[in-house]
């Protein structure tokens, strides 16, 4: 619920720039969305990314994830701070990565065994 008002404040806080920027602003919102989703989804998985480090996805991979996120956002308004023209582009790459980032979360849901697992994991946080 606190991810949706965030969520929905940031969308607000976008609505009010220019249309260029906004857009900018709601693919960021997107791409941050589409991690947290795949980072909910791997909750307690085993991780296969070597990027991430091989095991069970906790804390270390979190960190790792967001870290990441965190990275190419701040590369991105670096290069847009240079090169406004390249907006549009950025825009749409973040829009084809949350895509894909939300495709992997859509499949860690269906895994069987980490269905049970998570399932159970969100009604004991829920609590």
């Known amino acids: ?3 949706l008002v965030v969520l929905a404040m940031s969308m607000l806080t976008a609505y009010a720039q220019d249309h260029a920027q906004r857009n900018w602003n709601i693919s960021v919102a997107f791409f941050v969305g ?6 909910l989804s791997s ?3 085993m991780e296969s990314n070597p990027l991430l480090g091989r095991g069970q996805f906790g804390g270390r991979q979190i960190a790792i994830k ?3 996120t965190a ?3 701040l590369a991105e308004r670096m290069i847009l701070r240079k090169h406004p023209e390249t907006r549009n ?4 790459a973040n829009y ?11 499949r860690n849901w269906n895994q069987p065994v980490l269905l049970q697992s998570a399932l ?3 009604t004991t946080t829920l609590k």
């Open 96 to 106: 084809g990565t949350g895509a894909a980032i939300s495709a992997v979360a859509v």
């Open 1 to 3: 619920m606190k991810l």
């Open 66 to 68: 967001s870290g990441i």
């Open 34 to 39: 589409a991690n947290t989703m795949d980072t």
């Open 71 to 73: 990275g190419v956002i």
């Open 43 to 45: 909750r307690g998985a």
């Open 89 to 92: 582009f950025w825009t749409w």
């Open 120 to 122: 159970t994991q969100s």
